[in-house]
T-cell receptor, first 114, second 109 residues
Framework: ETGVTQTPRHLVMGMTNKKSLKCEQHLGHNAMYWYKQSAKKPLELMFVYSLEERVENNSVPSRFSPECPNSSHLFLHLHTLQPEDSALYLC?????????????FGDGTRLSIL | DAKTTQPPSMDCAEGRAANLPCNHSTISGNEYVYWYRQIHSQGPQYIIH?????ETNEMASLIITEDRKSSTLILPHATLRDTAVYYC??????????WGAGTKLIIKP
């Protein structure tokens, strides 16, 4: 499925680097999400955007900074990350910003912090 | 918040029906149950959802018990490509999905 595209697919960075993850959806959806998937842990919802406004922030550390310039694009800016931030970061979109709407996921960015 | 319980793993023979159970005894009367799956190295994929009636689509069928305390996802003719982790999910108080560990389904030839 190519409705939600995430780049890069893999990223290795040091703790002092600054990088950004990009997500783009071609489905005409109004809501976009960032999730974190760590090994042996359930998916954790990080941020929810509805019509480019952040509607949910699940106590995510400030070293993760989301940006939604329009309803088709979502970024996750990273700076001063910790080794425990190594994980798969998944982007999703849905028609509206409630869990009741089917969410379409990208294939994620595998992030490794050295 | 809706809580779900699933077996950690299951096997099924290729071509047979795969029946994946889920317990959700604390779900309230107006809460849907959602099923997603995640194939290795891919993002999760929506399968189906239901409230109290049985549901069917091109991917699967969902059977919900009358008391709504449990449900079963049925893949009628499992193929090797159906090997994945299957998640039975409810919503939290903010109407967002609550993800658990899921069931790892292995389809064997």
């Amino acid at each position: 499925e190519t409705g939600v595209t995430q780049t890069p697919r893999h990223l290795v960075m040091g703790m002092t680097n600054k990088k950004s993850l990009k997500c783009e959806q071609h489905l005409g959806h109004n809501a976009m999400y960032w999730y974190k998937q760590s090994a042996k842990k359930p998916l954790e919802l990080m941020f929810v955007y509805s019509l480019e406004e952040r509607v949910e922030n699940n106590s995510v550390p400030s070293r993760f900074s989301p940006e939604c310039p329009n309803s088709s694009h979502l970024f996750l800016h990273l700076h001063t990350l910790q080794p425990e931030d190594s994980a798969l970061y998944l982007c999703a979109s849905s028609q509206e910003a409630t869990g009741g709407q089917p969410q379409h996921f990208g294939d994620g960015t595998r992030l490794s912090i050295l | 918040d809706a809580k779900t319980t699933q077996p950690p793993s299951m096997d099924c023979a290729e071509g047979r029906a795969a029946n994946l159970p889920c317990n959700h005894s604390t779900i309230s009367g107006n809460e849907y149950v959602y099923w997603y799956r995640q194939i290795h190295s891919q993002g999760p994929q929506y399968i189906i959802h239901g409230l109290k009636n049985n549901e069917t689509n091109e991917m699967a069928s969902l059977i919900i018990t009358e008391d709504r305390k449990s449900s079963t996802l049925i893949l009628p003719h499992a193929t090797l490509r159906d090997t994945a982790v299957y998640y039975c999910i409810g919503l939290d108080s903010n109407y967002q999905l609550i993800w658990g560990a899921g069931t790892k389904l292995i389809i064997k030839p």
